[in-house]
T-cell receptor, first 116, second 114 residues
């Protein structure tokens, strides 16, 4: 069964500082990996995704993530955080097999607080 | 940009009552999903739906739950007899046919069972 671990429940960074949110996954085959962001009271917005190819993927809002198979990780990074980045961030793994609808399995999320 | 919409945004109901949550997926998508998020917890998969039938369902999706695509645009989740523990945010998502397409999520319906 697939699973995702986000070890940091809550992170606080200063505006302008760099950010790294950790994500570790467990899946028996090649995973498809995603980062979603959820602002308070809002839905889930896709930041970026990894299916194959280049292990460093770029997303919206200046975010990037690096897939490291040897570490089963897909950490999210941003070089300079803005106050508007304060939100909950969810890592997810999907098992996309041809012909199946395939669910996403989410981590427990990391709440990011940005101080001015 | 096309988006998934959900109605209502909030619903309050009494325990034991039936509720229907509605979703309008992105128009050319063929895979549909419901997820839920209990307050303070992670997003959990409930059910996936393709070609007018359930593809996969989780342990949470018991006989009290059902899904339907009553017409060409709506996708509904029905809870027959709500329980207190059904209180959660319910998200609808949809995806296109290609294997590597992204699931796009709606804004959610917050359900409160009293």
């Amino acid at each position: 069964a697939q699973s995702v671990t986000q070890p940091d429940i809550h992170i606080t960074v200063s505006e302008g500082a760099s950010l790294e949110l950790r994500c570790n996954y467990s899946y028996g085959a090649t995973p498809y990996l995603f980062w979603y962001v959820q602002s308070p009271g809002q839905g889930l917005q896709l930041l970026l995704k990894y299916f194959s190819g280049d292990t460093l993927v770029q997303g919206i809002k200046g975010f990037e993530a690096e897939f490291k198979r040897s570490q089963s990780s897909f950490n999210l990074r941003k070089p300079s955080v803005h106050w508007s980045d304060a939100a909950e961030y969810f890592c997810a793994v999907g098992a996309y097999n041809t012909g199946t609808a395939s669910k996403l399995t989410f981590g427990t999320g990391t709440r990011l607080q940005v101080t001015l | 940009e096309p988006e998934v919409t959900q109605t209502p945004s909030h619903q309050v109901t009494q325990m034991g009552q039936e509720v229907i949550l509605r979703c309008v997926p992105i128009s050319n998508h063929l895979y549909f999903y419901w997820y839920r998020q209990i307050l303070g917890q992670k997003v959990e998969f409930l059910v996936s739906f393709y070609n007018n039938e359930i593809s996969e369902k989780s342990e949470i999706f018991d006989d009290q739950f059902s899904v339907e695509r009553p017409d060409g645009s709506n996708f509904t989740l029905k809870i027959r007899s709500t329980k207190l523990e059904d209180s959660a945010m319910y998200f609808c998502a949809s995806k296109g046919l290609a294997v590597r397409e992204t699931q796009y999520f709606g804004p959610g319906t917050r359900l409160l069972v009293l």
